[in-house]
């Protein structure tokens, strides 16, 4: 997938856009990466000298390849419905993500209940696994 197939498919645009590729695509699971080249904005100050990418940065990476998946899941029926994150749950970080680092986002959708929708991801850097979370969005129309 393009990277103009990626905004097409979610709003998220630079600063804020955490997935530069789709790397696989399924029905119900999604594969995406992020190549960090330093210059994001959130390593300025996270932490000078010694750039980390935060944790919720990861959080937000999963969010947006979730989106990506919704997308298809629930595509847009021309009103503008946007993903919107509702909880998150059982969140966890393991490794340090750093300057120069890929990261690839593995998520999948657990359950749907109506217009809400519970995923599950797990981000990954060089094979090992640096942070886990659950979920859920809901479709919010955009006024």
């Known amino acids: 997938m393009t990277l103009a197939q990626i905004h097409a498919a ?3 645009r630079p600063p804020m856009l955490l997935v530069d590729e789709v790397v696989l695509w399924e029905p119900e699971r999604i594969v995406c ?3 960090l080249s ?4 959130f390593f300025q100050g996270h932490y000078p000298g010694f750039p980390l990418m935060p944790g919720v940065m990861m959080c937000e990476a999963s969010l947006q390849t979730g989106a990506v998946l919704m997308s298809k899941i629930h595509p847009d029926d021309g009103s503008g419905g946007v993903p919107v994150a509702t909880r998150l749950n059982d969140v966890k970080f393991k490794r340090m993500v750093r300057p120069g680092d890929t990261i690839e986002i593995d998520v999948k959708l657990d359950e749907r209940l109506g217009d809400a929708y519970f995923l599950s991801s797990k981000v990954t850097c060089g094979g090992k696994v640096t942070a886990t979370l659950s979920f859920a969005v809901t479709i919010t129309k955009v006024a």
């Not at 330093?38 to 904005?41: K, S, V």
């Open 10 to 12: 979610i709003p998220h």
């Open 33 to 35: 990466k992020k190549t």
């Open 38 to 41: 330093g210059e994001e904005f």
